[in-house]
């Protein structure tokens, strides 16, 4: 029935935008526009299903996609003013609508997020060979495993090292030799990776090595190992990575529309439910100056001591960083709003079954509330469940009013000039005439 009626009223619309159409053709089709504009306004009610708003009907039944009763909105007929649905009590029961009021008051700035453990980079160390050579040695052989500053990692025999060697023991044998030049010999083979303790004992020893030892420069774990007994080196390869774990970052993703709310020193709480750590307190010591190209996310970081070694990189943490609080301003909760991509907007309840809808400009939202900046006054109620239902009936309503508002407008203009074609058509001449 509904279909018939708007598809009449799409020709309707068709034949009106045709110059060709007499005079007493566009009458008809006014009368007929007219029948079913009252028509429209008399069918108080429709049955729409409260999960898909696009199955109507104008009886009750059952929805045919998910078998749901379909429910009954009665509707107002449309105005110029705003749209206005009417839901009555029973079926306000039926769609477990809920309302509460805008009101004024504090937000915090909060936000909930997720972080993972990385390691600290500054205590991080990359090992390179200084030349060319083979590894003869290799006392480290699993990744992660934990290592001591002075502890052996590896010994390698290198040509270029011998040679080195060799050249800086002519140098402290020769006693017509000055200071000066064997301070640069011994530089020498600091610059190529001896240790001092190397060199000291190369001297007493007054022999060179075939194998130089290399040992670890500081505690930590290795991160990376890429290198195996036997392997021919150079320095573009990079044999491990050490990392100290005494201290760890957390690495938080922070959304762009709150990226003004996160300052270096903001107190921070994160949680690892992995180790049992709840409610443990920080601080946002950077905030890295780009944002991620793939997630569109700010990084903050925030540096974590971890003495026993219980922070293990890639866990993940639950944090909240606080921002501060805002002035007192109007809100409501975020579950209020029917966000789109070009507005947002939102169900105000105006008396027991009255609702109209409200387009609304949206300030800060944080935990669970959002500002309204305009659009809704202190003390209006919303509609904060079941609103996307009476919002698709507003939607129908409105759509009907514009095409009644169009047609009208293009009736009442066609009128017109056929009025002031009427008045300036010259008048007919009487016949006048005489009987003899």
């Known amino acids: 029935m509904c279909i018939t009626r708007f598809f009449k009223l799409i020709v309707v619309i068709f034949l009106l935008s045709n110059p060709v159409l007499t005079v007493h053709a566009e009458e008809h089709l006014a009368k007929e526009f ?9 069918q108080a009610s429709q049955y729409v299903c409260p ?5 109507v009907k104008d009886h009750p039944g059952k929805c045919p996609i998910c078998g749901m009763d379909l429910v009954e909105v009665v509707r107002t007929p449309a105005t110029d003013t705003d749209v206005e649905v009417t839901v009555p009590g029973h079926i306000q029961q039926n769609m477990a609508l809920t309302t509460e009021r805008a009101e004024t008051s504090v937000l915090w700035r909060f936000i909930e997020t997720f972080g993972s453990v990385k390691y600290d980079e500054n205590g991080q160390v990359h090992l390179h060979p200084r030349t060319t050579g083979w590894v003869e040695k290799l006392t480290v052989k699993t990744l992660g495993e934990s290592v001591a500053k002075g502890q052996l990692l590896y010994e390698i025999y290198s040509p270029e090292l011998l040679l080195a060697q060799d050249e800086y023991l002519s140098l402290y044998r020769d006693q017509t030799v000055g200071k000066k030049l064997k301070k640069r010999g011994r530089t020498r083979l600091s610059l190529l990776g001896l240790s001092d303790a190397f060199i000291d004992k190369l001297e007493q020893r007054n022999q060179s090595f075939y194998r130089v030892p290399y040992y670890a420069p500081s505690n930590g774990i290795v991160a990376k190992l890429d290198i195996r007994e036997g392997m021919y080196v150079n ?35 994160f949680d690892l439910p992995a180790l049992g750590i709840f409610a443990r307190e920080g601080k946002v010591e950077y905030i890295y100056p780009a944002l991620d190209p793939v997630t569109r996310t700010l990084k903050v970081r925030l540096s974590l001591d971890n003495p026993d070694g219980a922070f293990k990189p890639e866990m993940i943490a639950n944090v909240r960083i606080y ?114």
């Not at 007219?34 to 008399?42: H, Y």
């Not at 044999?239 to 959304?255: H, N, P, R, S, Y």
């Not at 007192?328 to 079954?353: G, H, M, W, Y």
């Open 323 to 436: 921002g501060g609080a805002t002035d007192e301003v109007l809100n409501i909760p975020v579950q209020a709003l029917i966000q789109t991509e070009q507005q947002n907007r939102v169900i105000v309840k105006t008396s027991d079954d009255k609702f109209v809808v409200k387009h609304v400009a949206v300030g800060t939202m944080s935990q669970g509330r959002a500002e309204i900046i305009s659009g809704l006054n202190a003390g209006d109620v919303v509609v904060t469940s079941g609103q996307f239902l009476i919002d698709s009936e507003a939607n129908i309503q409105s759509a009907i009013q514009q095409m009644s508002n169009q047609v009208m407008d293009h009736n009442g203009m066609e009128m017109d000039h056929n009025d002031m074609d009427h008045q300036d058509m010259p008048a007919k001449p009487q016949n006048n005439t005489h009987n003899h």
């Open 235 to 269: 320095p573009e390869n990079e044999l491990m990575m050490l990392a100290d774990t005494a201290k760890v970052w957390v690495i938080v993703d922070v959304f762009e529309h709150q990226m003004d709310w996160v300052k270096t020193g903001k107190w921070v709480e």
């Open 51 to 55: 999960m898909h708003s696009h199955i």
């Open 34 to 42: 007219s029948q079913l504009t009252e028509q429209t306004d008399v």
